[in-house]
């Protein structure tokens, strides 16, 4: 494959991409794996605006030149006095990419407005692309690898983004819940936390609407520091699960979890910090650490009376 040689490394090869002045072949992918491996290796000390650069590139509007060709092709063949022509033009009419032609348009559209999504929902960012990929008949191949590599790069900066087990355990039980719920919330279920409404054995209830029917999921939520999560803990949780006849069951614990405990039920999944890291990186945004104030905010805003009533509640109790 030919590539220009106007270029000896990633750095040198980006800076062309980004100045536009000269022709750079590949542009819409990077050139070499090895770079791209390099670059997911170091991913962490590069910042959000450059990697948004980065996927700039990668995603950006393209017509290459068979696109043009291929298009003048079609209203030869439109304008043919030979009916066979005219009647094989109107099938390749189908194409979006011609229509978008005629309109002036870019032969394949951008898909730089996946960018709006990043940091706070890379895990949407990453399903458009899936998406457009699976929906996209023909693509060329470098955008085909381009997107590829934008979905590698994606992961690599905003899902498996290390956290500290910290964030979590300087907050209260009840604002760990509440982060639980966002995180429910944010993947389309729809939740009670029933602390609020004092109904025993789990902490969140979420349910969703899928295909097959209503799946419907009870969450428990262990905020350890040091404390192991036990047998017994998890047994009673199963119990609850069968008594109320739902889905599964899912436990996040921030403590340490054996494989032994793990492997326990298979309708229970069990979630520790490297588990609950990736997956509010993934639904929260990788930024998830600097927004905690504002998300157990608005819990607190939406449950604060219902709190209170609660806390006198126990408090007569006792």
């Keep these: 494959m030919y590539y220009t040689d106007n270029y000896n490394t990633f750095d040198e090869w980006l800076d062309l991409v980004l100045c536009g002045k000269e022709q750079v072949y590949p542009s819409l992918r990077i050139p070499y794996n090895e770079w791209v491996e390099e670059l997911i290796e170091g991913i962490e000390n590069k910042s959000t605006d450059y990697v948004k650069e980065l996927l700039r590139c990668l995603l950006c509007p393209i017509t290459r030149g ?23 033009a109107k099938d390749m009419f189908h194409s979006e990419r011609y229509k978008r032609l005629e309109n002036g348009q870019d032969a394949w559209e951008g898909l730089t407005w996946i960018l709006e999504l990043l940091p706070h929902s890379p895990y949407k960012a990453i399903r458009a692309l899936e998406s457009y990929i699976y929906s996209q008949p023909n693509l060329p191949d470098d955008r085909i690898y381009g997107v590829d590599q934008s979905i590698q790069i994606i992961v690599a900066k905003f899902i498996h983004f290390e956290n500290s087990l910290e964030h979590l355990t300087n907050l209260k039980s009840v604002e760990f819940e509440w982060l639980i719920e966002n995180l429910y ?12 409404t004092r109904d025993g054995g789990k902490d969140v209830i979420a349910k969703i609407e899928r295909t097959d029917g209503e799946e419907q999921v009870y969450v428990e939520c262990k905020l350890y520091k040091t404390t192991k999560l036990d047998l017994t803990t998890v047994r009673a949780f199963r119990d609850v699960i069968l008594e109320n006849k739902v889905n599964r069951g899912v436990i996040f614990c921030t403590g340490y979890v054996n494989d032994n405990i793990r492997n326990f039920d298979k309708r229970i999944q069990i979630w520790t910090f490297e588990d609950i890291n990736v997956l509010f990186n993934a639904h929260l945004g990788s930024d998830w650490v600097y927004r905690l104030d504002i998300l157990i905010a608005n819990k607190r805003k939406k449950y604060g009376k219902q709190q209170q009533s609660i806390s006198k509640h126990l408090t007569h109790e006792k």
């Design 185 to 196: 919330e944010s993947m389309g279920y729809e939740t009670v936390w029933t602390t609020a």
């Design 66 to 88: 068979i696109d043009v060709s291929d298009y003048k092709t079609f209203l030869l063949l439109k304008d043919s006095d030979n009916e066979a022509h005219r009647d094989f």
